[in-house]
């Protein structure tokens, strides 16, 4: 069966620091990939994805996130973190076979010091 | 335009009860998927329907059911209703045609259970 990995549960960091937020995920086929942001009280946002083509993905709020499918990885970057960026942020896969069903990773809830 | 939105916001019920929840999602979305979000358990898939047919499902008991209506609005209903049924309850909405799919979410339903 599928499944996500994120190895952060808490991650806090300074304003300004760099941010980088680790996702594994394990299935052999082709995959479509998230990261989802919760903000506190929000619902659900989509940060970026990928579907195919170039494995560096740019998302919103100056998030990226790289696709290296040979480590079945999809880490999450920000060179400059700020204070509103305090959130939990969750790593998700789909397969082409079950499209509609996301698995997403437990989360990673990042905490920014003013 | 319009987001997904559920109703109610919160919910209390007691044991044994049962209870339905709504989801209207994005005006043209065809696909809605359910997810259940706890703090043990993390964002859990229960099930998904496009135009009015459930196309995919989760691990779930047969107390968790859905149902789609001609115009994709979605509801959820849990019979029976346990403790272990309190968690934040999760829409997503969908053009769903395609593997190349984003999902759009809801603010939720909160769902104690007494």
């Known amino acids: 069966a599928q499944s996500v990995s994120q190895h952060n549960h808490h991650v806090i960091l300074s304003e300004a620091a760099s941010l980088e937020l680790g996702c594994n995920y394990s299935?052999?086929?082709?995959?479509?990939l998230f990261w989802y942001v919760q903000y506190p009280g929000q619902h659900l946002q989509l940060l970026l994805k990928?579907?195919?083509?170039?494995?560096l993905v740019k998302g919103i709020k100056g998030f990226e996130a790289e696709f290296i499918k040979s480590k079945f990885s999809f880490n999450l970057r920000k060179p400059s973190v700020q204070w509103s960026d305090t959130a939990e942020y969750f790593c998700?896969?789909?397969?082409?076979?079950?499209?509609?069903?996301?698995?997403f990773g437990s989360g990673t809830r990042l905490s920014i010091r003013p | 335009k319009a987001g997904v939105t559920q109703t109610p916001r919160y919910l209390i019920k007691t044991r044994g009860q049962q209870v339905t929840l709504s989801c209207s999602p994005i005006?043209?979305?065809?696909?809605v998927s359910w997810y259940q979000q706890t703090p043990g358990q993390g964002l859990q898939f229960l099930f998904e329907?496009?135009?009015?047919?459930?196309?995919n499902k989760g691990n779930f008991p047969g107390r968790f059911s859905g149902r789609q209506f001609s115009n994709s609005r979605s509801e959820m209903n849990v019979s029976t209703l346990e403790l272990g049924d309190s968690a934040l309850y999760l829409c997503?909405?969908?053009?769903?045609?395609?593997?190349?799919?984003?999902?759009?979410f809801g603010q939720g339903t909160r769902l104690t259970v007494v």
């Open positions: 005006s043209g979305h065809r696909s």
């Open positions: 990928y579907f195919s083509g170039d494995p």
């Open positions: 329907y496009f135009s009015e047919t459930q196309r």
């Open positions: 299935y052999g086929g082709t995959v479509n």
């Open positions: 998700a896969v789909t397969t082409y076979s079950s499209a509609s069903k996301i698995i």
């Open positions: 997503a909405s969908s053009l769903g045609e395609t593997a190349n799919t984003e999902a759009f």
